[in-house]
């Protein structure tokens, strides 16, 4: 529903009602119905009206004169223009993009008012008006009927001419309001016997040409066309040669500003058309300025949203870059755990694997020292012998001749001078050195009695 205000400001953009305690007592005795309230008011404002027409005098006298005419327009006080809705039939709508949809604004053009398209295809309804219903215009025919008049246009006048445009009448209708501009509609009768000498002398003529296409957007159509027709009827067209000057509103309707009728000057019609750009320029202006306004505004908003999102972005960068790098510090901190656990499990099975080979060691050296029993006092059967160690330390015991070198290899073993099990007693003079073969042998065999002097040398 629209709200009071809308209604309100409606009522006194189209009426030029600046007080708005006399609109609201006008909106209220009517229960706030905005358009029998503004049909209230033009009607009993109906002797002010000033509608363009024409009396029956032969085409080639352009005299015409300022009456009510049929369609009842009126002229609001403080001086405006004139203002009346029309209800557009749903195949004129339909025969567009799509139907007209928006909040209440006929002056307020982008308040409300606002056009609308959506891919609707309905042929079905009426108007308000009594309108029969209409076959469905397509939206190709609609336009091919638009472009074969202007064509037609063309070629008949061929000179200075309106540029009309050659789409639909709802298209046209939302260029004039994407533009701020107020539509400029011809409706031709081919078969009327003013309107060659009206499109020749009048329509054609530069100034007014050059006074349409600069302030206008400009649609005609034929009224053998369907689309011609119907807005023949809309705009109830009682003489030809017809012009209006329209503006967008709300749901299926235009606000029609001024129409001429019959023959008309040159000098009358650019009159005309100057005075309603003049009186409908605070409209247009307004307009304007709203729609730069709301532009702006989006275009803030815009930015402030890609600020947002660029600071959002930069704030997710940071907390995925922190979060990888926390998360590749615990790796690396994982990591430096587990080789420290595993070269602490390494050196405590290394400290353990020592222990085990020294205790073993230590064992063998003990059984070894057992094996060699009490070392023998001095005889004619007992070998002194000397050892000699790497590091210069050097071990002397007794030994029966009969013994082994490999008694003598239990010796050294026993001592535990040596970290290491691979090695050789040797003799110096002469150098024989005493390895696994020679171990069988007793000393005195190997010929090391009474006296031998060896040395410990690693393999």
């Known amino acids: 529903m629209v709200d009071v205000a809308d209604k309100l400001a409606c009522f006194q953009a189209v009426t030029g009602l600046e007080d708005p305690d006399v609109c609201t007592d006008i909106l209220q005795a009517h229960g706030w119905?905005?358009?029998?309230a503004i049909s209230s008011f033009t009607s009993s404002n109906q002797a002010s009206a000033s509608t363009i027409t024409s009396d029956s005098e032969p085409r080639d006298s352009l005299n015409t004169t300022q009456s009510a005419s049929g369609s009842g327009l009126a002229a609001p006080p403080n001086p405006s223009i004139a203002w009346k809705l029309v209800t557009l039939p749903i195949s004129v709508i339909s025969g567009s993009l799509g139907l007209v949809y928006g909040a209440v604004g006929l002056g307020l053009w982008v308040a409300g008012g606002v056009l609308s398209y959506s891919l609707g295809m309905i042929g079905l309804g009426s108007g308000r008006g009594?309108?029969?219903?209409?076959?469905?215009?397509?939206?190709?025919?609609?336009?091919?009927?638009?472009?074969?008049?202007?064509?037609?246009?063309?070629?008949?006048?061929?000179?200075t001419r309106p540029n009309f445009v050659g789409e639909a009448f709802m298209d046209a209708l939302q260029r004039s309001r994407n533009a701020f501009k107020l539509l400029f509609v011809y409706l031709h009768s081919p078969d009327h016997p003013d309107s060659t000498v009206f499109c020749e002398r009048t329509l054609c003529s530069e100034a007014v040409a050059a006074f349409v296409n600069e302030n206008f957007v400009?649609?005609?159509?034929?009224?053998?066309?369907?689309?011609?027709?119907?807005?023949?009827?809309?705009?109830?067209?009682?003489?030809?040669?017809?012009?209006?000057?329209?503006?967008?509103?709300?749901?299926?309707?235009?606000?029609?500003?001024?129409?001429?009728?019959?023959?008309?000057?040159?000098?009358?019609?650019?009159?005309?058309?100057?005075?309603?750009?003049?009186?409908?320029?605070?409209?247009?202006?307004?307009?304007?300025?709203?729609?730069?306004?709301?532009?702006?505004?989006?275009?803030?908003?815009?930015?402030?949203?890609?600020?947002?999102?660029?600071?959002?972005?930069?704030?997710?960068?940071?907390?995925?870059?922190?979060?990888?790098?926390?998360?590749?510090l615990e790796r690396e901190t994982a990591e430096a755990e587990r080789?420290?656990?595993?070269?602490?499990?390494?050196?405590?099975?290394?400290?353990?694997?020592?222990?085990?080979?020294?205790?073993?060691?230590?064992?063998?050296?003990?059984?070894?020292?057992?094996?060699?029993?009490?070392?023998?006092?001095?005889?004619?059967?007992?070998?002194?012998?000397?050892?000699?160690?790497?590091?210069?330390?050097?071990?002397?015991?007794?030994?029966?001749?009969?013994?082994?070198?490999?008694?003598?290899?239990?010796?050294?073993?026993?001592?535990?001078?040596?970290?290491?099990?691979?090695?050789?007693?040797?003799?110096n003079f002469p150098r024989v050195a005493y390895g696994p073969e020679k171990r069988s042998l007793s000393l005195k065999e190997a010929g090391l009695h009474p006296q031998a002097s060896l040395f410990v040398e690693l393999n």
């Open 33 to 36: 119905d905005l358009e029998l």
């Open 130 to 159: 009594g309108e029969s219903s209409a076959r469905l215009v397509s939206v190709s025919a609609a336009a091919s009927e638009a472009m074969d008049f202007v064509a037609a246009f063309e070629r008949d006048y061929p000179m």
């Open 218 to 328: 400009a649609w005609g159509a034929s009224i053998r066309a369907s689309e011609g027709f119907k807005m023949s009827n809309s705009l109830k067209a009682s003489r030809f040669p017809f012009c209006a000057v329209v503006m967008p509103t709300t749901n299926q309707r235009i606000a029609l500003l001024q129409q001429v009728e019959g023959p008309t000057s040159p000098e009358e019609m650019l009159a005309v058309l100057q005075r309603v750009i003049e009186e409908s320029a605070p409209v247009l202006v307004a307009a304007r300025l709203d729609a730069e306004e709301r532009r702006t505004n989006m275009r803030l908003r815009e930015e402030q949203d890609a600020a947002y999102r660029a600071a959002l972005e930069a704030d997710q960068a940071r907390e995925r870059q922190r979060r990888e790098e926390q998360e590749r």
């Open 339 to 427: 080789k420290q656990k595993e070269e602490e499990e390494a050196r405590e099975r290394a400290a353990h694997e020592a222990a085990e080979k020294e205790a073993a060691r230590t064992t063998i050296r003990q059984q070894k020292a057992l094996s060699l029993g009490d070392e023998p006092e001095k005889g004619p059967s007992v070998t002194q012998v000397l050892v000699r160690f790497p590091t210069g330390e050097r071990k002397e015991r007794r030994f029966h001749n009969t013994a082994t070198i490999q008694s003598l290899y239990d010796y050294v073993d026993s001592l535990g001078c040596l970290e290491v099990e691979d090695y050789s007693l040797v003799s």
